[in-house]
């Protein structure tokens, strides 16, 4: 089966500064890559996603990069507030009917002020 | 549009006794609903994947005759812990993919929080 592996896992960083995210999988058959951000005792919310014919995609200060050759995907957040703290999980997903997601371990994202 | 809504949010049982939880997705039919179970300050784990009208499909060490999962409508899958003891007390996740097909986002309900006492 699919497997997804995340680092790093706890990040923090000064308020307006980047952060960066990393994932790995190893289905090269995989072809949908969400990012959910995790709020403590909250439901995961999809800030994110790229399917595997797109390279990269941006929506106001989140972004995420694909490379399939590589078989890893990266969220990148510019100019960070410290609403955006929060665990931040990868996913990705096999084609086909079920569309089950294996998530990564998950990223402890703490924004400094 | 896209909620999915899950019922109790919080449930404290004592061990050994049994407890249903309820996914309904409110506003789409659901041909697809998955239950996750997380423990704290780990990852999403999924526990078996849910279609309507036909047996849930278990994922590798999930036992299928403690946690019962019935899709009996396009919007309604219950899970239900049996003969719950200690080591079950977890966050308890669903989600649902729309039946129209072609989405892959899926719609995560709130989640429940059991405990066995």
């Known amino acids: 089966g699919e497997n997804v592996e995340q680092h790093p896992s706890t990040l923090s960083v000064q308020e307006g500064d980047s952060a960066v995210i990393k994932c790995t999988y190893s289905?090269?058959?995989?072809?949908?890559f969400p990012w959910y951000k995790q709020e403590l005792g909250k439901r995961p919310q999809l800030i994110i996603d790229?399917?595997?014919?797109?390279g990269e995609k941006k929506d106001q200060r989140i972004a995420v990069t694909l490379n399939k050759t590589a078989k890893h995907f990266s969220l990148h957040i510019t100019e960070t507030q410290p609403e955006d703290s929060a665990v931040y999980f990868c996913?990705?997903?096999?084609?086909?009917?079920?569309?089950?997601?294996?998530f990564g371990s998950g990223t402890q994202l703490t924004v400094l002020p | 549009g896209a909620v999915v809504s899950q019922h109790p949010s919080w449930v404290i049982c004592k061990s050994g006794t049994s407890v249903k939880i309820e996914c309904r997705s409110l506003d789409f039919q659901a041909t697809t609903m998955f239950w996750y179970r997380q423990f704290p300050k780990q990852s999403l784990m999924l526990m078996a994947t849910s279609n309507e009208g036909s047996k849930a499909t278990y994922e590798q060490g999930v036992e299928k005759d403690k946690f019962l999962i019935n899709h009996a409508s396009l919007t309604l899958s219950t899970l239900t812990v049996t003969s719950a003891h200690p080591e079950d007390s977890s966050f308890y996740i669903c989600?649902?993919?729309?039946?129209?097909?072609?989405?892959?986002?899926?719609?995560f309900g709130p989640g429940t929080r059991l405990t066995v006492t």
């Open positions: 289905d090269s058959a995989s072809n949908y």
């Open positions: 996913a990705a997903s096999l084609p086909g009917s079920a569309r089950q997601l294996t």
């Open positions: 790229i399917r595997s014919n797109v």
């Open positions: 989600s649902a993919i729309p039946g129209a097909g072609g989405s892959y986002e899926q719609y």
